[in-house]
């Protein structure tokens, strides 16, 4: 796929990866609703299996086409909002505190934090939209922080994130004869459409704005 470099671009690229998703999303309800009650029962679980794998998909999908936007900007970082600057740094930090660098090494790193705000921001590291395979709410607002975007738009899913999709994923993931009822297929389907159209408008949002930047 190619890049977004404009703002049309990247709308496109994020719809086109929804709609593929929502498109199997809703097949699938359809294939529920036609089956007889044996095989409902299977395809509900395939549901939840499917909706989670979407929700995780689309969130770094987005995401990263997103920083990426920005990216080829290539704007100072002092021209940007302050979280990309702190992005640049996130990784070393975080490699720092499963070594054994020196203080010289430390030291440097910081001296690099306090004086490189006129470097330009045109790289995306692959490391900071990390879903972790596991992507529970927390999880979705560290990816939010990393973007800049607020994330109270999909405060009130938390808990249809965490134990609807999440929680009953896994069981299934492990083997786990977890029964999922036919009346929560709307729920499924229908919420997590819309969570991954929510985020996906917040980021379009912010790119037509442009407000990552300072």
Known sequence: ????????????????????RIKEISDLKSAIKRADEGLRR????????LCYAHWEGYVRFS??????HVAMRRFQYRELNPQFYRNNFLPRLAALSTSRASIADRCALVDEILNSETA????????????????????????????????????????FIDVV???RRN????????????????ELSNDTIGMMRTFGDTLENHVVLQTYKL
Not at 3 to 16: C, E, H, L, M, R
Not at 44 to 49: G, N, P, S
Not at 171 to 186: N, W
């Open 42 to 49: 299977v395809l509900l679980r395939a549901l939840v299996t």
């Open 171 to 186: 069981a299934i993931a492990h083997g786990e004869d977890t029964f999922v009822a036919v009346g929560d297929l709307d």
């Open 63 to 68: 995401a990263k086409k997103y920083l990426e």
């Open 120 to 159: 330009r921001f045109s790289r995306v590291n692959d490391d900071l939209v990390n879903t972790k395979a596991n992507l529970n709410f927390e999880v979705f607002v560290d990816i939010c922080i990393v973007c800049g975007v607020p994330p109270e738009a999909l405060a009130d899913k938390a808990t």
């Open 165 to 167: 999709l999440l929680k």
């Open 1 to 20: 796929m190619s890049k977004p470099y404009t703002g049309a671009d990247f709308s496109a690229q994020i719809v086109q990866d929804r709609t593929w």
